[in-house]
C-alpha cells in the first residue's frame, strides 16, 4: 500500500503550511462574493443616481433616495443569489458565468422591488427616468462584473489564496495519477491533503479479498485522518460495489464528505448530473438543451427582430431581385431541403447566386472560383446577402437567427456516418449563423473543417445562453472571421 503517489507529497507540515497559504476558504468565499455583489448594486444605485440627478437637475438632489433603494435592491439581488447557491466557490471555478441565470434575478429583484414600492406606497417619491437608468445598468453591468470575479477567483486559486475543498484521495496509484493528471485539483482550487494507494477492485470480494482490504483500510483511515480533509474521493471502477462499499463504511467515521469518483463512461458527459424522479435515482447523461423559459425567449428573440429586419430589409431584396434578373434571368430565390430540428426536414430559402438549383441524392459543394456561381452570386456570397432570405425561415420556425448551420440532405446522412455525435446538432433548430461560421469555420467542409465545425456547434448547444447568442449575432456582422472562406 503506497501513501505517496508520483507528484503528490504527503506530510503533516506540508499539509499544514498549504493549508496557511490559502487565506480564503469556502464558507469566507462565499460571505465574500455576497458583499462584492451586495457593493456593487449599491454602488450602481449611487452612481446611476447620481449621474441623472446631474445631468437632469444640475445638482446631485437628495442621496437619501437612491441609497434607499440601492440597499434594497443590493439585499434582495445577493439573496435570490444565495438562495440558488451562485455563491458557491465551485461556481466560480468552473469558470462558466450563466448569464440567463444572472439576468433572470436582476428581472426578479426590480419585480420585487416595484412590489414593495407599491404595496408601502413609495413608488412616486421615486424618479421613474433614474429606476429605468438603474434596471439598464444593471443589464448591462451584472454580467460582465460576474465575468470579472470568476477570472479574480481562478487566478486566486491558481496561487493558492483560494481554496474550495481539502481532499484525501483514494485508488489503484494508476487512477490516482491519472485523476491527478487529467483534473489537475490545484487548479481548481482543490487541495490534495493526502492520497492513499488500495486495490478497489471491480466484481465481487472473495473472504480473503475482504479481509485483506479491511486490514489496509484500518492504516488508510489512520492517515486520512492525520490529514483532516473535508471530503474524501473514492477513484474506483462503478462495477467495485463489494469494494466501495466496504471503503465507505470505513470511512464513513470520519467528518468529511465522501465522493465516488468519475468513471471511464462518465468522462464522456461532460454534464451528467445525478438526479432524482420520486424515488428513483438517476445519472442524467445528457439534459434537453433548451428548458422551456429559455426556448421561450429565444423564440421571442427570433420572431421579433426577424419580422423586424424583414420589413426593413423589403427595399434591399427588391434591388436584388431585379439584379439577379438581370445577371441571367432565372428564379431569384433558391430553396433546399435541409434537415433541422430533431432531424425534420424543411426548405431553405436563400438568394439565388448559382447556375444550377440542386437538391437531389448528389449534390455537389460549392468551391473557390466556383464556374456555377454567377457574377453577382459571388458579390451575394461574399458579403452573406444570400442567406438573408432565411429570415423567413425563421419567422416560419423551421430555423432561429443562431444555430448550427443546416446542410443538403445528402451530406448530412454522409457526416453522419463519418463524424461522431453529429447527429447532436439538430437537438436544436438550426440558424442563419452560429458559432462555428463566427469562428470562420465555413465554406468547403473537408474531414478537419467539418470536426471542428461539429465541435463548435456541440459547444454551442452545451453552453446556450442570451449573451451568447447576442455575441454571435454581432460578430456576424463585424467580425472578419464571419466573412471568412465565404464564395
Known amino acids: ?21 490559502a487565506l480564503i476558504n469556502a464558507p469566507t468565499f462565499s460571505i465574500l462574493a455576497f458583499v462584492f455583489e451586495f457593493s456593487a448594486v449599491f454602488a450602481l444605485a449611487l452612481i446611476t443616481g447620481v449621474v441623472y440627478h446631474v445631468a437632469a437637475y444640475g445638482s446631485v ?82 454580467v460582465p462584473f460576474r465575468r470579472l470575479l470568476t477570472r479574480a477567483t ?40 493526502g492520497c492513499c494507494s488500495l486495490p478497489l477492485l471491480p466484481g465481487p470480494l472473495s473472504d480473503a479479498g475482504a479481509e485483506t482490504l479491511k486490514g489496509e483500510l484500518e492504516l488508510a483511515l489512520t492517515q486520512a485522518r492525520e490529514a483532516n480533509p473535508d471530503a474524501i474521493v473514492l477513484l474506483a471502477p462503478w462495477t467495485a460495489t463489494d469494494a466501495v462499499k466496504q471503503t465507505a463504511e470505513k470511512f464513513g467515521v470520519l467528518p468529511a464528505e465522501l ?3 468519475p468513471d471511464g463512461m462518465l468522462e464522456e458527459f461532460t454534464n451528467a448530473e445525478l438526479l432524482r424522479i420520486g424515488p428513483i435515482s438517476t445519472l442524467q447523461l445528457t439534459a434537453a438543451p433548451l428548458g422551456m423559459l429559455q426556448w421561450l425567449t429565444k423564440r421571442l428573440i427570433d420572431v421579433t427582430v426577424s419580422a423586424a429586419a424583414l420589413v426593413a430589409l423589403m427595399p434591399l431584396f427588391a434591388v436584388v431581385a431585379c439584379l439577379i434578373k438581370l445577371d441571367g434571368g432565372g428564379a431569384v430565390f433558391f430553396r433546399q431541403r435541409r434537415y433541422g430540428y430533431n432531424q425534420r426536414t424543411f426548405r431553405i430559402v436563400k438568394f439565388r447566386t448559382m447556375r444550377v438549383m440542386e437538391d437531389g441524392p448528389d449534390i455537389k459543394q460549392a468551391t473557390r472560383d466556383d464556374a456555377r456561381v454567377t457574377r453577382f452570386g459571388r458579390f451575394l456570397r461574399r458579403w452573406n446577402i444570400d442567406e438573408l432570405p432565411q429570415l423567413i425561415n425563421v419567422l416560419k ?74 455575441q454571435i449575432l454581432a460578430r456576424t456582422v463585424i467580425s472578419a472571421k464571419s466573412y471568412k472562406n465565404a464564395y
Open 397 to 470: 420556425g423551421d430555423m432561429s437567427l443562431v444555430g448550427p448551420r443546416p446542410h443538403a440532405l445528402s451530406h448530412n446522412l454522409e457526416y453522419e456516418k463519418k463524424i461522431r455525435l453529429y447527429a447532436r446538432r439538430h437537438n436544436v433548430k438550426p440558424g442563419i449563423t452560429g458559432w462555428a461560421q463566427v469562428h470562420g469555420f465555413r465554406g468547403e467542409t473537408d474531414a478537419r473543417r467539418m470536426r471542428m465545425r461539429v465541435e463548435h456547434d456541440l459547444y454551442y448547444i452545451e453552453n446556450w445562453s442570451l449573451w451568447l447568442d447576442i
Open 259 to 261: 465522493h465516488l469518483g
Open 1 to 21: 500500500m503506497n501513501f505517496v503517489p508520483p507528484n503528490v507529497r504527503f506530510d503533516a507540515p506540508t499539509s499544514q503550511a498549504t493549508r496557511r497559504r
Open 154 to 193: 481562478l487566478l486566486a486559486s491558481r496561487n493558492g489564496i483560494v481554496t474550495a475543498k481539502r481532499i484525501f484521495v483514494v485508488g489503484a496509484t494508476s487512477r490516482i495519477s491519472a485523476f491527478l493528471r487529467r483534473y489537475q485539483p490545484s487548479q481548481l482550487g482543490v487541495e490534495v491533503a
Open 61 to 142: 438632489g437628495n442621496p437619501d433616495f437612491y441609497l434607499h433603494v440601492g440597499t434594497l435592491a443590493a439585499a434582495i439581488y445577493a439573496v435570490i443569489n444565495t438562495a440558488r447557491g451562485e455563491y458557491r466557490i465551485g461556481t466560480f471555478l468552473s469558470g462558466k458565468v450563466n448569464t440567463r441565470r444572472i439576468l433572470v434575478h436582476w428581472h426578479g429583484t426590480f419585480f420585487c422591488l416595484l412590489a414593495i414600492g407599491f404595496l408601502a406606497q413609495m413608488s412616486m417619491v421615486y424618479s421613474r427616468a433614474w429606476i429605468a437608468l438603474f434596471y439598464i445598468s444593471g443589464l448591462l453591468a451584472l
